[in-house]
Nanobody, 119 residues
Framework: QVQLVESGGGLVQPGGSLRLSCAAS????????MAWYRRAPGKERELVAT???????NYIDSVKGRFTISRDNAKNTVYLQMNSLKPEDTALYYC?????????????WGQGTQVTVSS
């Protein structure tokens, strides 16, 4: 059974930090490139970062140097460490396998975890 459970979001002031976690079922996690996505109010879902099964990472330009994606293969868990948060990082954050944007509407998604950056 497919399972994605995101946690760790919250309200944080600009410049603050949060660490998101995502527990995934083994059928999704094993050997797959995992990713974090976000969707801000009124905007499309956006790919934020990816990590391969051996730890090669990639980020969108707006989060480079501030966010770090990692994974624990033994725990089927992927993380997103977010530092120097900005108001424009406010969004609902999701994890999943790496998907083409054309597949977003057809994929299974967890409930997400809300990140709000505000003073």
């Amino acid at each position: 059974q497919v399972q994605l459970v995101e946690s760790g979001g919250g309200l944080v002031q600009p410049g603050g930090s949060l660490r998101l976690s995502c527990a995934a079922s083994g059928s999704i996690f094993n050997s797959n490139v995992m990713a974090w996505y976000r969707r801000a109010p009124g905007k499309e879902r956006e790919l934020v970062a990816t990590i391969t099964s051996v730890g090669v990472t990639n980020y969108i330009d707006s989060v480079k140097g501030r966010f770090t994606i990692s994974r624990d293969n033994a725990k089927n868990t992927v993380y997103l460490q977010m530092n120097s948060l900005k108001p424009e990082d406010t969004a609902l954050y999701y994890c999943n396998v790496a998907l083409r944007s054309s597949r977003y509407d057809y994929a299974y998604w967890g409930q997400g975890t809300q990140v709000t950056v505000s003073s």
